[in-house]
């Protein structure tokens, strides 16, 4: 911090007056969430590991804003020269600053990392009392940081075949044209990472859990300028984009990465109208360096029309969802009965051996790319932290006196997974068994839910919360987001939260989360997760509407023990059943393939039937989870017949 205020205080630094105050945000300059390590400021500043935050560093005091679910996270993280702030609560970051500065104050911000859409706000509200925000276009942290700042990584391009993709990337710009036409634009910047991977059919690995390559893409109805680190184009990339001795409309002129500031400001000298990305949903659009460049008379500033094409899978890449979610599905169970019979063994097991676990199994799976998020494992207490990552400090050992929270995810050539599943390894409480059937509830109300297509999806979450608020309870994250294909774990349009209310509708082919929670602070959490694929019943509304529906793609088994069926209504237990079936014949084939047998025999206990109608006597008592020895005795029948039935089909 020291370090960094002398900087804020050197003018050929900041190359402008002296700063009063100093931002610090949590992107790349593409406003990426997930970063390389070279862009890491944040972390490097504060130590916050979370994915999003906003360091403001004045020369007397320090305060750092993040979102509710990371707000123990950061307060765990953060040392005492910062204060802490929830965003969406007061005081806002304006108000901070204008209480802390006075006029004629300057606030400095690097443009590149800051998203025009939030420089416009934070500018009208510091104006309203004479402080200024100002352009700073060196990086300050970057030079406190100096020759420690890691290498930034630029790795080789790579082609993402069709057969994956499922439409050629000179079909997916012939659409993207179109839309420029219908809009009357001469073009668009697209300066979005993911979107520039799937537009032309690339992935790249510069980033850790994210297959892209930074680059920016400018797209006329005459050239395709892809603006990129040159060496790291090989033979057969420059084959797919057709950059050989490219004179036409359907081939990619590949440029260095910095030549697009210089081509920018030349060419807009020839546009009448340029689509300049904004903010939607979860894309906070370009930053303020692109915006600023760009003459403001020719700028139409609208949210990506790719966002809309890349949300709406086409045929192969809802096929390669369903595909890719059984493989997950096999190394999730394969990791869970290890781990179960590791513990029953007496193993003394820890959160990072249960995050390598899981790692390793999604790396050996068919056309695995790795993981696509950190993997969550939080145990006890650690499970209310609702994005809590174990490290070696917090690293602790796995027992059966508390509830394991589970969330992960892989990248596949042929899919992105994101599941979570909650466990116990030995007795649990009646409330933690309350809590994790109210989840389920919420989850399950949610999956079973028809509805017109012009419903939306805010609409949709007070379903999945019900339950859990039924126990006047809340959980500080959204119900769902959109879910990329090879490529980001989240992805606009679609986000299911009461809190923020959108204009967008889902549309058959999205495919989003649903994960509900609950977090009791200081004891326990619970959190489940499935990815839903949106499908048309074929069904029209009286309005004219599609009827659409929910399919889970997930295929994870449920914790029986944790589930006490008497607060299921018949409606949801009977969804349990056709789920568990379900696991049994797609990922059960799987798991007999590949002659795991002990993962598939823990499959079969964990998706044993559940009855659907209980006798009047059951309402008695306390609790009664699904793997009471009352349950288990009234289920051991079917239990035997299904065992058998697949051991002969095996044999």
Same mark, same amino acid.
């Given at each position: 911090?020291? =370090?960094? !205020?002398?900087?804020?205080?050197?003018?050929?630094? $900041?190359?402008?007056?002296? *700063?009063? +105050?100093? &931002?610090? #945000?949590?992107?790349?300059?593409?406003?990426?969430?997930?970063?390389?390590?070279?862009?890491?400021?944040?972390?490097?500043?504060?130590?916050?590991?979370?994915?999003?935050?906003?360091?403001?560093?004045?020369?007397?005091?320090?305060?750092?804003?993040?979102?509710?679910?990371?707000?123990?996270?950061?307060?765990?993280?953060?040392?005492? =020269?910062? !204060?802490?702030?929830?965003?969406?609560?007061?005081? $806002?970051?304006?108000?901070? *600053?204008? +209480?802390? &500065?006075? #006029?004629?104050?300057?606030?400095?911000?690097?443009?590149?990392?800051?998203?025009?859409?939030?420089?416009?706000?934070?500018?009208?509200?510091?104006?309203?009392?004479?402080?200024?925000?100002?352009?700073?276009?060196?990086?300050?942290?970057?030079?406190?940081?100096?020759?420690?700042?890691?290498?930034?990584?630029?790795?080789?391009?790579?082609?993402?075949?069709?057969?994956?993709?499922?439409?050629?990337?000179?079909?997916?710009?012939?659409?993207?044209?179109?839309?420029?036409?219908?809009?009357?634009?001469?073009?668009?910047?697209?300066?979005?990472?993911?979107?520039?991977?799937?537009?032309?059919?690339?992935?790249?690995?510069?980033?850790?859990?994210?297959?892209?390559?930074?680059?920016?893409?400018?797209?006329?109805?005459?050239?395709?300028?892809?603006?990129?680190?040159?060496?790291?184009?090989?033979?057969?990339?420059?084959?797919?984009?057709?950059?050989?001795?490219?004179?036409?409309?359907?081939?990619?002129?590949?440029?260095?990465?910095?030549?697009?500031?210089?081509?920018?400001?030349?060419?807009?000298?020839?546009?009448?109208?340029?689509?300049?990305?904004?903010?939607?949903?979860?894309?906070?659009?370009?930053?303020?360096?692109?915006?600023?460049?760009?003459?403001?008379?020719?700028?139409?500033?609208?949210?990506?029309?790719?966002?809309?094409?890349?949300?709406?899978?086409?045929?192969?890449?809802?096929?390669?969802?369903?595909?890719?979610?059984?493989?997950?599905?096999?190394?999730?169970?394969?990791?869970?009965?290890?781990?179960?019979?590791?513990?029953?063994?007496?193993?003394?097991?820890?959160?990072?051996?249960?995050?390598?676990?899981?790692?390793?199994?999604?790396?050996?799976?068919?056309?695995?790319?790795?993981?696509?998020?950190?993997?969550?494992?939080?145990?006890?207490?650690?499970?209310?932290?609702?994005?809590?990552?174990?490290?070696?400090?917090?690293?602790?050992?796995?027992?059966?006196?508390?509830?394991?929270?589970?969330?992960?995810?892989?990248?596949?050539?042929?899919?992105?997974?994101?599941?979570?599943?909650?466990?116990?390894?030995?007795?649990?409480?009646?409330?933690?068994?309350?809590?994790?059937?109210?989840?389920?509830?919420?989850?399950?109300?949610?999956?079973?839910?028809?509805?017109?297509?012009?419903?939306?999806?805010?609409?949709?979450?007070?379903?999945?919360?019900?339950?859990?608020?039924?126990?006047?309870?809340?959980?500080?994250?959204?119900?769902?987001?959109?879910?990329?294909?090879?490529?980001?774990?989240?992805?606009?349009?679609?986000?299911?939260?009461?809190?923020?209310?959108?204009?967008?509708?889902?549309?058959?082919?999205?495919?989003?989360?649903?994960?509900?929670?609950?977090?009791?602070?200081?004891?326990?959490?619970?959190?489940?997760?499935?990815?839903?694929?949106?499908?048309?019943?074929?069904?029209?509304?009286?309005?004219?509407?599609?009827?659409?529906?929910?399919?889970?793609?997930?295929?994870?088994?449920?914790?029986?023990?944790?589930?006490?069926?008497?607060?299921?209504?018949?409606?949801?237990?009977?969804?349990?059943?056709?789920?568990?079936?379900?696991?049994?014949?797609?990922?059960?084939?799987?798991?007999?393939?590949?002659?795991?047998?002990?993962?598939?025999?823990?499959?079969?206990?964990?998706?044993?039937?559940?009855?659907?109608?209980?006798?009047?006597?059951?309402?008695?008592?306390?609790?009664?989870?699904?793997?009471?020895?009352?349950?288990?005795?009234?289920?051991?029948?079917?239990?035997?017949?299904?065992?058998?039935?697949?051991?002969?089909?095996?044999?």
């Amino acid at each position: 911090l020291q =370090a960094l !205020r002398t900087e804020m205080r050197t003018r050929t630094s $900041t190359q402008t007056a002296e *700063l009063d +105050a100093y &931002l610090v #945000p949590s992107y790349d300059e593409h406003q990426s969430t997930y970063l390389m390590e070279s862009d890491q400021r944040v972390r490097f500043l504060t130590g916050f590991s979370g994915t999003e935050g906003t360091a403001v560093v004045l020369l007397r005091s320090a305060a750092f804003w993040v979102n509710e679910r990371d707000l123990e996270q950061a307060d765990q993280e953060l040392n005492c =020269a910062w !204060r802490l702030f929830r965003n969406g609560e007061r005081p $806002t970051m304006a108000e901070y *600053l204008i +209480a802390e &500065l006075t #006029p004629e104050a300057l606030v400095g911000v690097d443009p590149q990392l800051y998203p025009h859409t939030m420089w416009k706000h934070l500018e009208a509200d510091l104006s309203a009392d004479f402080i200024r925000l100002v352009r700073v276009q060196r990086n300050l942290v970057d030079l406190v940081w100096g020759t420690k700042r890691p290498a930034p990584k630029s790795n080789a391009i790579r082609v993402h075949p069709v057969r994956f993709a499922g439409e050629r990337w000179d079909s997916k710009v012939a659409r993207l044209r179109s839309n420029l036409t219908a809009l009357r634009c001469d073009g668009m910047i697209v300066t979005s990472l993911t979107e520039i991977a799937y537009l032309l059919n690339v992935r790249g690995s510069d980033i850790s859990h994210v297959p892209v390559f930074k680059a920016y893409l400018l797209v006329t109805h005459r050239e395709l300028l892809l603006y990129t680190n040159t060496s790291r184009e090989t033979l057969n990339v420059k084959n797919h984009l057709k950059t050989h001795s490219c004179h036409n409309e359907n081939c990619v002129q590949v440029r260095e990465y910095g030549d697009v500031w210089r081509d920018l400001r030349t060419m807009a000298q020839h546009w009448h109208r340029l689509l300049v990305p904004s903010a939607i949903v979860f894309d906070t659009g370009a930053s303020e360096a692109i915006y600023s460049i760009i003459p403001r008379n020719i700028v139409f500033e609208r949210a990506s029309p790719i966002i809309f094409m890349r949300a709406q899978k086409n045929e192969g890449e809802k096929q390669g969802m369903r595909r890719s979610h059984v493989r997950d599905g096999v190394a999730m169970c394969e990791v869970l009965s290890r781990l179960e019979e590791r513990f029953i063994a007496g193993d003394h097991l820890t959160e990072l051996w249960l995050v390598r676990e899981i790692d390793h199994a999604r790396k050996i799976q068919n056309n695995s790319e790795g993981i696509a998020f950190p993997t969550i494992v939080a145990f006890g207490k650690h499970s209310a932290l609702p994005n809590y990552i174990p490290t070696n400090r917090t690293n602790i050992e796995i027992t059966e006196h508390g509830t394991l929270l589970i969330d992960s995810g892989g990248q596949y050539e042929d899919g992105t997974t994101d599941v979570s599943r909650t466990l116990h390894l030995g007795d649990p409480s009646p409330d933690q068994i309350r809590a994790y059937t109210n989840v389920l509830s919420g989850m399950i109300r949610l999956s079973m839910q028809t509805f017109p297509e012009n419903l939306k999806p805010a609409d949709l979450d007070a379903l999945a919360r019900g339950p859990v608020w039924g126990s006047m309870y809340d959980y500080p994250h959204g119900t769902g987001h959109g879910i990329g294909y090879y490529s980001a774990v989240r992805e606009s349009p679609i986000s299911i939260s009461y809190t923020t209310k959108h204009r967008f509708t889902f549309k058959e082919g999205y495919f989003f989360s649903n994960e509900p929670g609950y977090y009791k602070t200081g004891e326990f959490g619970v959190r489940l997760e499935n990815v839903l694929e949106v499908i048309d019943t074929g069904k029209i509304h009286p309005s004219g509407h599609k009827f659409l529906a929910f399919h889970d793609v997930t295929l994870v088994p449920f914790e029986p023990k944790l589930i006490d069926r008497r607060l299921l209504s018949v409606p949801e237990k009977k969804w349990l059943n056709e789920y568990n079936a379900r696991i049994r014949q797609q990922v059960g084939e799987e798991l007999k393939r590949k002659h795991k047998m002990d993962a598939f025999y823990w499959m079969m206990n964990k998706t044993r039937y559940v009855p659907e109608y209980i006798s009047e006597s059951d309402y008695n008592g306390g609790a009664e989870s699904i793997d009471s020895p009352r349950a288990i005795l009234q289920l051991t029948l079917p239990i035997m017949v299904l065992l058998a039935t697949y051991s002969i089909a095996l044999f």
